[in-house]
């Protein structure tokens, strides 16, 4: 099976900062990765997925990058409403897997 | 708009076995894999089993297999999780959830929940 690794497991950040969250693959798995947002209570929502394809609604300021083993979720300027916690997942082979997550704290 | 609802959650004893249900609509439902995937409390996500959607792909994650059954009926638009020897480790929030294209993944669309708490 192909494990994530994210980094780092929790953050604290202001509004307007840049934020950078990783996620290493244990193994290559091309582009076949997506990023997800949970917010409290709430289910999942896809953010990006190809590594750096941004879903149809999903704010320009959410920005995915990488291939292979290495992929990096952006948020240009973090806004409040970015509170949550961040989860990759790569799709390329079952079992599917979903890396550790992130919480970002505002 | 595509919409997925589960239900079928609820307490169960160590070692007992539920049923989970997802509703599905918006969409061709039989053109679609679907996924289960889990939350336990204050943990992250978890892949638990996907099927294609003829129902002649199946996987399990190792946690489940052999325990879980996924299913699905094409006629009535609907997705199934038969959960058996059910354990406290099983205890968590399970997600319907369906891909932004014809597969599984990525997973474009999810349920609102359905809590399965594995208690004695």
């Known amino acids: 099976a192909i494990h994530l690794t994210q980094s780092p497991s929790s953050l604290s950040a202001f509004v307007g900062d840049r934020v950078t969250i990783t996620c290493r693959a244990s193994q290559d798995m091309t582009s076949a990765l997506a990023w997800y947002q949970q917010r409290p209570g709430k289910a999942p929502e896809l953010l990006i997925y190809d590594a750096s394809t941004l879903k149809s609604g999903v704010p320009s300021r959410f920005s995915g990058s990488g291939s292979g083993t290495d992929f990096t979720l952006t948020i240009s300027s973090l806004q409040p409403e970015d509170f949550a916690t961040y989860y990759c997942q790569q799709f390329n082979v079952y079992p599917l897997t979903f890396g550790g997550g992130t919480k970002v704290e505002i | 708009e595509v919409h997925v609802v589960e239900s079928g959650g609820g307490l169960v004893k160590p070692g007992g076995s539920l049923r989970l249900s997802c509703a599905a609509s918006g969409f061709t439902f039989s053109s679609h894999s679907f996924n289960w995937v889990r939350q336990a409390p204050g943990k992250g996500l978890e892949w638990v089993s996907s099927i294609s959607s003829g129902g002649d792909y199946i996987y399990y994650a190792d946690s489940v297999k052999g325990r879980f059954t996924i299913s699905r009926d094409n006629g009535l638009n609907s997705l199934y999780l038969q959960m058996n020897s059910l354990t406290a480790e099983d205890t968590a929030v399970y997600y319907c959830?369906?891909?932004?294209?014809?597969?599984?993944?990525?997973?474009?669309?999810w349920g609102q929940g359905t809590r399965v708490a594995v208690s004695s």
């Open positions: 959830s369906r891909g932004i294209g014809y597969n599984g993944s990525p997973i474009g669309y």
